[in-house]
């Protein structure tokens, strides 16, 4: 079986707000085992609306709307709907009852538009709403089925587990649903790790890979079809061996979370702590550590240390290698290793990170732009030093140089 997600919202369009229902609704649709083929975004038109409706029933089986069910005359989603299908419209009084109830109780007139949240086509069933007013609708004509749900995630995301997902699972008949593991990966570019997997990429059936990447993360998604995950994760195993005997040196985790993520969960598991010393970064080290929550049981904090006075001052780095003719300067091996010694004994951490280097986007100290060094100290050891060139802009040089530390301590922790 075949869907479309088709959004509505010109907010959408203008990049306003983001389409995270889109990304909810495939997620769901694949665990299913519905394939979406395509996905739109319309504005806040009739005759547009309709014309999305028109060209996705020539491609799917399935039509996920979201959006444009509310109270406003921009809410035109049912409206083009019932003209496309030439029926009508009329109050769902169930639905009425329910938002002249919710305006009674808060003590607040009703406006005659909010009557439109109570429309339904003829012939359709609603699919209520729990947790807002706007009253969603499933219809199938000539073997489309047509499912119409609210913008706001907080609405459309509830309706879809309770109401869709069941009545869409009536209608699947021989259908088996997919299954996926994802396997994530740092250290290592994606046209490289795609390199040492290409047989399988190019050769690849059932269970079928497919790559991803962001900055300084891969992922390889696996995914076949089976009846029960217990044998869908039987029939991954076989490719995900080959892939470990490959690259398996570069596998952080065999789920869909972030460095910074299995780092936070493997310190706090084992009783370990961090702290951090930035130059170039200016604290994206420890944003992203404290993004991930429960972060604090393992990271004791950093210190930003962008001038050579801090550095000097706070870590204690002494100014004869930060300044003077001859010294290696901020921007060196031996100054990264003394900030990450620093960084570790005043925190009293059992491991520590330091990034110095030149973000851009003009040389400094003469030394070229992306040129990074990362200090790794650890309690009981002497610091160890990575050099780094790194390539892009001053934001991408940052991000890049952080997750490189990531990994670095990710590397020390698995040794």
């Not at 444009?68 to 009508?88: E, H, I, M, N, W």
């Not at 962001?214 to 029939?235: D, F, N, S, V, Y």
């Not at 570790?344 to 040129?371: H, M, N, Q």
């Amino acid at each position: 079986m075949r869907a479309e997600i088709i959004a509505v919202g010109t907010e959408l369009l203008l990049g306003q707000i983001v389409n995270t229902n889109a990304q909810y609704l495939a997620k769901g649709c694949a665990d299913l085992g519905i394939n979406v083929y395509f996905q739109t975004v319309v504005g806040d038109n009739l005759q547009r609306i309709k014309q999305a409706f028109d060209i996705a029933r020539g491609r799917a089986d399935v039509i996920l709307c979201t959006g444009g069910l509310g109270p406003t005359q921009d809410d035109l989603t049912k409206d083009a709907l019932a003209v496309y299908l030439g029926r009508s419209l009329y109050i769902h009084q169930p639905s009425m009852d329910k938002i002249e109830h919710v305006f009674a109780s808060r003590g607040m007139e009703m406006v005659a538009s909010n009557a439109r949240q109570a429309n339904l086509l003829e012939g359709s069933e609603p699919l209520t709403n729990d947790t807002g007013l706007a009253v969603g609708a499933a219809i199938t004509q000539d073997g489309t089925h047509y499912l119409l749900l609210p913008g706001p995630p907080k609405e459309m995301k509830p309706m879809f587990d309770r109401y869709v997902r069941p009545w869409l699972q009536v209608r699947l008949t021989g259908v088996l649903p997919l299954h996926s593991k994802m396997l994530k990966f740092s250290g290592i570019g994606e046209s490289s790790l795609e390199h040492k997997l290409i047989d399988l990429i190019d050769g690849q059936q059932d269970p079928s890979l497919a790559p991803y990447a962001k900055e300084g993360e891969c992922t390889i998604r696996l995914t076949t079809r089976a009846a029960t995950p217990e044998e869908g994760m039987a029939k991954l195993a076989a490719v995900e061996a080959v892939i470990r005997e490959r690259v398996g040196e570069y596998l952080f985790a065999e789920e869909d979370i972030s460095l910074e993520q299995q780092l936070v969960r493997q310190m706090t598991e084992r009783g370990l702590t961090l702290s951090a010393a930035e130059s170039c970064t200016g604290g994206l080290l420890a944003e992203l550590l404290t993004a991930v929550p429960g972060s604090s049981a393992m990271f004791r904090g950093g210190v930003v240390c962008y001038s050579n006075a801090l550095k000097h001052a706070l870590l204690g780095v002494p100014l004869e290698l930060l300044e003077g003719p001859g010294a290696p300067g901020a921007v060196s091996a031996e100054t990264a290793a003394r900030l990450a010694e620093g960084a570790r004994e005043r925190a009293d951490a059992d491991f520590a990170l330091a990034i110095t280097g030149v973000a851009g986007p003009s040389e400094s100290e003469g030394k070229p732009v992306g040129l990074v060094f990362l200090g790794v100290a650890e309690r009981g050891r002497p610091a160890a030093t990575h050099r780094l060139q790194l390539s892009g802009g001053r934001e991408i040089i940052r991000l890049r140089a952080a997750k490189a530390a990531l990994y670095q301590l990710w590397q020390r922790l698995k040794g």
